[in-house]
């Protein structure tokens, strides 16, 4: 069965500094890879996608990640955060099962991330 | 249009009530799903539906009730709740659920219910 570990809780960051956070999924085989974020009170949205070709994926406010299939991780950065984004991140990935319908998609527990001005 | 919206936006009901919680998306989306999201948790998977056929049921509890009168709707009747149903239900939808297809999903507002 696939699962996505989110290894930090809640990051505490002050403005303008760098932000990674790391996402760990287990599976074998072929896989899509999320990142939602979720504003207090929004609902969630999607930051960026990776399906294939580039591991290096580019998202919405100035937010990036990058698949290492080596290592199973697919961990978001930003290079200088703002207090807008200041929400909760979800890392989710889902299986592609060839031959049929693709898995689920797989939220892992997601990552508090408070920015202070 | 790009968005999924939810009605209401807010439930409050007792435990006796029946009322429905309705999804709608009009990006030609053949698959439709159920979220269920407690506080500082991760959206759970409860239904999915594939060209209005229910493909999905993660051994959801019977007093919910899902139904998906055309590819555009999606309801979630409740039934019976219980204080511990309380929760955000989120919807969201996809292009489909096939194997190859760049199926991103959509999420709506989600619907905040109380059950009391």
């Known amino acids: 069965a696939q699962s996505v570990s989110q290894h930090n809780h809640h990051v505490i960051l002050s403005e303008a500094a760098s932000l990674e956070l790391g996402c760990n999924y287990s599976?074998?085989?072929?896989?899509?890879l999320f990142w939602y974020v979720q504003y207090p009170g929004q609902h969630l949205q999607l930051l960026l996608k990776y399906f294939s070709g580039d591991p290096l994926v580019k998202g919405i406010k100035g937010f990036e990640a990058e698949f290492i299939k080596s290592k199973f991780s697919f961990n978001l950065r930003k290079p200088s955060v703002q207090w807008s984004d200041t929400a909760e991140y979800f890392c989710a990935v889902k299986a592609r099962i060839y031959g049929g319908s693709q898995g689920n998609l797989i939220f892992g527990k997601g990552t508090k991330l408070s920015v202070k001005p | 249009d790009t968005e999924v919206t939810q009605t209401p936006k807010h439930l409050v009901m007792g435990m006796t009530n029946k009322k429905s919680l309705k999804c709608e998306q009009h990006?030609?989306?053949?698959?439709m799903y159920w979220y269920k999201q407690k506080a500082k948790k991760p959206p759970e998977l409860m239904f999915v539906y594939s060209y209005e056929k229910l493909s999905i049921n993660e051994s959801v509890p019977s007093r919910f009730s899902p139904e998906c009168p055309n590819s555009s709707l999606l309801n979630l009747h409740l039934h019976a709740l219980q204080p511990e149903d309380s929760a955000l239900y989120l919807c969201?939808?996809?292009?489909?659920?096939?194997?190859?297809?760049?199926?991103?999903?959509?999420f709506g507002p989600g619907t905040r219910l109380t059950v009391l």
């Open positions: 599976y074998g085989g072929t896989v899509n």
């Open positions: 990006m030609g989306h053949r698959a």
């Open positions: 969201a939808s996809s292009q489909g659920r096939t194997s190859g297809s760049r199926n991103e999903q959509f």
